[in-house]
C-alpha cells in the first residue's frame, strides 16, 4: 500500500511492519511503533517522526534521513541503526554509517557499533551494549518475504495469488 506524505502508520501489539520507501531504505516497525512520514527527495535529507515505539533503519547505500523524536534527534548519515522511543528515554544502536544524535542540550556523533540514550532535558550520553544486536532481535528474525513493490510483478510475471495479495 502506497504512505502518502504526511500520512502516519500505527504498528498495534502483536504486530509488526516493513516499510520500502522510494528511496529503497527498508524501516522495519517493532509492535506499538507510531511514525509520521514526510516527502522522501532524491539527494535531499529525507524526515520521519518517530512518536513511539522501535525502529530498524538499512539501507546499503548511505543515505540521508532525519529522525524527529520527543526527547532528542537523529540525523543519519550511514546504512543501518536501531531507535528506540521508551516513556522517558531515546535510545540509538548504530550496527554500520554514522548518525548524528542530537537535541538542545548537546549532541554526539556515533559510529559503527556504538550506543547512545538521551533523557528529557539532558544531553545525549553514550552507554556501552554488550550485544547491540539483541536491541533489534524482534527484525533480525523477520525478514521481509515478498518485494513489496507492485512494479517488481508486472502483469502475468506473478502468480494470482501474489497479484492478490499486492493489490
Do not use: M
Not at 92 to 114: C, H, I, M, S, T
Request: charged share 20%; hydrophobic share 45%; with cysteine.
Amino acid at each position: 500500500e502506497a504512505i502518502c506524505v504526511g500520512a502516519s502508520l500505527r504498528v498495534g501489539g502483536n504486530s509488526r511492519a516493513a516499510v520500502l520507501l522510494s528511496n529503497e531504505t527498508l524501516l522495519r516497525l517493532d509492535q506499538d511503533t507510531t511514525v509520521n512520514f514526510s516527502e522522501i527527495k532524491p539527494a535531499k535529507p529525507s524526515w520521519l517522526d518517530l512518536i513511539s515505539g522501535a525502529l530498524h533503519f538499512i539501507s546499503r547505500t548511505p543515505a540521508s534521513l532525519q529522525i524527529n523524536t520527543l526527547f532528542v534527534n537523529a540525523a543519519i548519515e550511514g546504512t543501518e541503526f536501531a531507535l528506540r522511543v521508551g516513556q522517558d528515554n531515546t535510545k540509538l544502536w548504530v550496527f554500520e554509517g554514522r548518525v548524528r544524535f542530537a537535541n538542545p542540550k548537546g549532541a554526539l556523533r556515533l559510529g559503527p557499533n556504538q550506543a547512545a540514550v538521551a533523557l528529557a532535558n539532558r544531553a545525549p550520553q553514550r552507554f556501552t551494549e554488550i550485544r547491540p544486536r539483541n536491541a533489534v532481535r524482534w527484525a533480525l528474525y523477520y525478514p521481509p518475504i515478498v518485494d513489496y513493490r507492485v512494479t517488481a510483478y508486472p502483469g502475468d510475471k506473478a502468480g494470482p495469488a501474489v497479484v492478490q495479495a499486492l493489490k
